[in-house]
């Protein structure tokens, strides 16, 4: 098993910027494939990016790429989530997730889940 606390959400004017942090213990983070989600109010959780596990390939929701960056430190035992030029829709609750089959976007491929971070975007 890996366990994983989520960091670094926030308050943000639109436009800004915020790094989350996902902090993994337990089982060797370094196996795992990595992906970042999100859940706003009222809606379903949806994927924002996806990370193998050497770092070396990355997935995007379509809506992230070019605003988000996913990154590992697999020295750290840790993923970063990089996200520039923030909207009021990215409030949401994102959460970090671990699997051991692959980085997609289908939530049910990922065998743990941290609590979240709440982040939020103001007008």
């Known amino acids: 098993q890996v366990q994983l606390v989520e960091s670094g959400g926030g308050l943000v004017q639109a436009g800004g910027s915020l790094r989350l942090s996902c902090a993994a213990s337990g089982r060797a983070f370094s196996t795992y494939n990595m992906g970042w989600f999100r859940q706003a109010p009222g809606k379903e959780r949806e994927f924002v990016a996806g990370m193998s596990w050497t770092g070396g390939s990355t997935n995007y929701a379509d809506s992230m790429k070019g605003r988000f960056t996913i990154s590992r430190d697999n020295a750290k035992n840790t993923l970063y989530l990089q996200m520039n030029s923030l909207k009021p829709e990215d409030t949401a609750v994102y959460y970090c997730?671990?699997?051991?089959?692959?980085?997609?976007?289908?939530?049910?491929?990922?065998?743990?889940w941290g609590q979240g971070t709440q982040v939020t975007v103001s007008s």
């Open positions: 997730a671990a699997s051991s089959h692959d980085y997609s976007a289908y939530s049910r491929s990922y065998d743990f």
